[in-house]
């Protein structure tokens, strides 16, 4: 059987890299070989730059790590793909549109988020697009 293709918002990386609530679940379901996780450049390079934000610096350090080993952990289970196509799906907030463009390029049949622009569409094409704990229940 072939495992689900996902992709992960932003939001969500972040909250399974630095919690373990729901969005770690899914996080941990790539890790077992149990699904498949797809992102960006853009997408990593958006989570790159949320995770040097003063304000996630004391998380990180509580977890004795550093923004730069939490993007390599990522790597360890994602894979990058590269989008063809510029999308333009989400007029109100033009960069969720490279998540929809991730999900495009991966032939996910997900995509996860909390944001409610992307919620609103509930889907793309083929991509079914719901929220952590919709995803895992």
């Known amino acids: 059987m072939n495992q689900p293709k996902i992709v992960l918002d932003s939001n969500v990386i972040i909250s399974a890299l630095l919690w373990s609530g729901l969005p770690h679940q899914i996080l941990q379901l790539a890790e077992n070989h149990n699904i498949l996780i797809f992102s960006s450049m853009e997408i990593?390079?958006?989570?790159?730059?949320?995770?040097?934000?003063?304000?996630?610096?004391?998380?990180?350090n509580e977890l004795h790590t550093s923004p730069d080993e939490l993007i390599e952990s990522l790597l360890g289970v994602v894979e990058i793909v590269h989008s063809r196509n510029k999308l333009y799906v989400i007029i109100n907030d033009p960069d969720d549109n490279k998540i929809i463009e991730c999900a495009v390029a991966s032939e996910a049949d997900h995509i996860i988020t909390g944001d409610p622009h992307l919620l609103k569409l509930k889907r793309y094409g083929n991509i079914v697009i719901v929220n952590p704990r919709k995803y895992l229940f």
Request: aromatic content about 6%.
């Open 44 to 60: 990593l390079d958006e989570v790159f730059k949320v995770l040097k934000r003063p304000k996630l610096q004391k998380r990180i």
